[in-house]
């Protein structure tokens, strides 16, 4: 019997992987233009025989260590950890903060840093499966359409595992993410006009010249990469859920991941509740969190500074919205005021410089402590995807660099 197999998040039918690779074959061919995709494809795993095998390993030095050691590689869609590349992915940092702005907090605080993955991104997990199926799969080239962090993630792990990258981008990506597509050996494809643009041709693409495609909310395998975040948060948590997880949204893969883990977890009877999940999106990008309850979609043109999370069209939002719906999760949409004064509270509170998106976050974490809806005692995680060096620009505008002066000690001013 297989490892896994795929459930269609649209129509429930179930597909075996030597079957489907990408959307569900019934659902694809309803969709249409300027609509979220139907028939992404959920992983499923033969829950009731791995139950057993799950221990409470401390003594593991990388995420996949604590993955083969705990019994979680069975939830893994890769047949043999010799094939990711020999790079660091996972087993990020997480720190406990007590203070914000010098008051002690009345709720613990954690910040999940996945700025500290190999190529400053929380999507190197998702990339590192990619890649690894790509391998045990014989397949050489592997393609992406990304607004930058996805882009430049795959290239980097296709660098270090030896495969050929090529990434489609909006020509609008910030310059920090382009750099590292070229700079890791990657064919970089500017396309004119947006994400969704890139996206399309990545898949025309990807049907006309063979290649595997990492597209988001396309390739099932990207949310079994991602969800790695929720074991390796339950291990940091002493192997226990957080109450509350804020998540930065923009095309709802993200998120999906953090609750596949934990609902993985729930399928292993391992916890017995979904901790509440709080998708933060940017008002000036709302499409997932704004057409939850509506009947039909509607678009709303993206222009946020979060450009890691400006998405017109969310890919993921039947995954997201059932997710979010199944589990009483929580939303909110902060400005771009908002992010960018949560990157400047964040950054010198403790030290850690996130892009916006991922400021977008703890943005939200901020507003649900001014609105006093975080019990005492309570504990609290906010995932940081991204590093802020990867969009400089996007801060800019909040900062004076000084003018320089003559090297003259009666010019320093005490
Ligand atoms: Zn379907």
């Known amino acids: 019997m297989d490892k896994f197999k795929y459930r269609c998040i649209n129509c429930d039918k179930e597909h075996l992987e030597t079957e489907v690779k990408y959307l569900c074959p019934d659902c694809k061919k309803r969709n249409t233009p300027n609509n979220p995709p139907k028939g992404v494809l959920k992983t499923i795993y033969q829950y009731d025989k791995i139950k057993e095998r799950f221990t409470q390993d401390k003594k593991h030095e990388t995420l996949w260590g604590y993955l083969k050691a705990s019994g979680f590689i069975e939830l893994l869609p890769i047949k043999s950890l010799k094939n990711l590349p020999n790079l660091q992915v996972g087993s990020t940092p997480f720190y406990k903060i007590d203070k914000l702005n010098n008051s002690k907090l009345p709720f613990n605080l954690f910040l999940k840093d996945d700025s500290q993955n190999p190529t400053y991104s929380f999507k190197d997990r998702a990339s590192a499966i990619v890649s690894a199926y790509a391998k045990e799969n014989n397949i050489e080239t592997i393609v992406a359409a990304s607004t930058g962090n996805a882009g430049s993630s795959l290239a980097g792990i296709c660098a270090a595992n030896g495969q050929k990258a090529i990434i489609l981008v909006p020509e609008a990506a910030p ?8 700079m890791y050996g990657a064919k970089l494809i500017p396309v004119k006009g947006t994400y969704d643009d890139a996206f399309d041709l990545s898949i025309k693409a990807t049907g006309a010249f063979g290649w595997y495609n ?3 909310a396309y390739n099932p395998l990207t949310i079994e990469g991602k969800k790695t975040v929720a074991f390796e948060l339950f291990e940091q948590m002493n192997f226990k859920s957080p109450n509350r997880i804020f998540v930065p949204v923009g095309d709802g893969v993200i998120i999906s991941g953090v609750y596949k883990g934990f609902e993985d977890l729930l399928n292993l009877g391992i916890i ?5 999940i709080v998708a933060v999106q940017s008002k000036g990008s709302d499409n997932l969190t704004r057409n939850i309850n509506n009947k039909t979609f509607k678009i709303k043109a993206s222009n946020t500074v979060a450009d890691s999370i400006s998405v017109d069209i969310p890919r993921n939002f039947y995954m997201a919205k059932q997710f979010i719906q199944n589990y009483g999760g929580e939303y909110l949409s902060v400005s771009d005021d908002e992010i960018l004064k949560a990157s400047t509270v964040l950054s010198k509170n403790t ?5 916006p998106a991922a400021a977008t976050a703890f943005a939200g974490l901020l507003h649900y402590q001014a609105n006093n809806k975080l019990a005492n005692g309570s504990s609290n995680v906010v995932l940081l995807t991204g590093s802020g060096l990867k969009d400089l620009q996007a801060v800019q505008k909040t900062l ?13 001013i005490n």
């Open 351 to 355: 030290g850690l410089f996130a892009e």
């Open 214 to 216: 990492r597209n988001t």
């Open 272 to 276: 017995n509740k979904m901790p509440v």
């Open 175 to 182: 310059l920090a993410k382009l750099t590292q597509i070229i």
């Open 400 to 412: 004076k660099i000084p003018e320089a002066i003559e090297p003259d000690i009666r010019n320093i």
